[in-house]
């Protein structure tokens, strides 16, 4: 069953990978749904999911968690961090609070994603737990 692959994939990565996948980084790119109502806060959630989605098809595929994972942050979170620098959209107090912290956590895992892309690129194909 492809669900208990992944689910032995994901807890195969280290202690620290699991927590900050699902405690920081899942919960904080997914809180983008609570801010659709504020200024691009569409496009904030467009950017933060779209970045997230293609990795389902990944993880079916590859049936558990790879450095190939990486490849689709690069851009949507790259873009969406340099656009925050540039020209964050003013906001209630809770969005503006919540965009700088979607911009410091999402750069922190382009931190690990572009090594990451690198290391898959240059042959590293191996999947968690297996």
């Known amino acids: 069953m ?44 467009l950017l933060a999911f779209g970045a997230v989605i293609p990795n389902i098809g990944i993880l079916f595929y590859e049936r558990g968690f790879s450095k190939m994972m990486a490849f ?20 209630s107090a809770a969005y503006g609070t919540y965009l700088w912290i979607l911009l410091v956590v999402n750069a922190i895992s382009l931190g690990f994603d572009f090594p990451d892309a690198l290391k898959w690129w240059r042959g590293d194909r191996a999947i968690a737990g297996k």
């Not at 689709?72 to 906001?91: D, N, R, T, V, Y």
Request: aromatic share 18%; hydrophobic share 65%; net charge neutral.
């Open 2 to 45: 492809i669900f208990l692959a992944v689910w032995r994939s994901f807890r195969a990565m280290p202690l620290w990978v699991q927590l900050w996948v699902a405690l920081v980084l899942g919960p904080v790119n997914f809180a983008s749904v609570f801010f659709l109502d504020q200024p691009m806060g569409i496009w904030v959630a």
């Open 72 to 91: 689709p942050h690069l851009l949507p979170w790259s873009g969406l961090i340099l656009w925050l620098l540039i020209a964050m959209p003013e906001g």
